[in-house]
């Protein structure tokens, strides 16, 4: 009698176990594939001015870049770094680029593609427009 109680024990804890994997398995399946809302604006956190006006305060490292033909840098993505962001542009500033291409992570790994961009808008202390033809064809060259 103990035997069969302990199997039957053993037996429900299984069956639960397995109904609750497959109950969640099928809420996360719904969860991630559903639509999300749609707005036209990606945010910048922190999108107070005040915190990159402050990274601008710190001392910088002056390049002479005048005589250079730059054409790509490595900075970092995490705002952890905002001084060396700040130095990287600050650096730039010398000449007049008329265009700036970012590409970074997809840590959230959004999307059904290895390259993925965006035509909203980026919400930052001000509003950074995307330049979704330049962007276009920018990969398909």
Known sequence: MKRYNLKLNI???????LTGLIVFGIFHFFHLNQKKSST?????????????ETAFKFNKKELDLSNKNVVAGIIPHHLLA??????????????????????????????????ITSNYNWQTPT??????ALILIKFMV
């Open 11 to 17: 037996l429900v804890t299984l069956s639960l176990c």
């Open 40 to 52: 036209d604006i990606h945010l910048s956190n922190p999108m107070e001015l005040e915190f990159f």
């Open 82 to 115: 905002a001084d060396l962001l700040a130095e990287f542009f600050y650096n730039l500033q010398v000449k007049n680029y008329e265009t700036i291409i970012l590409i970074g992570p997809n840590h959230f790994n959004s999307g059904n593609s290895d390259i």
């Open 127 to 132: 509003v950074l427009r995307p330049l979704i």
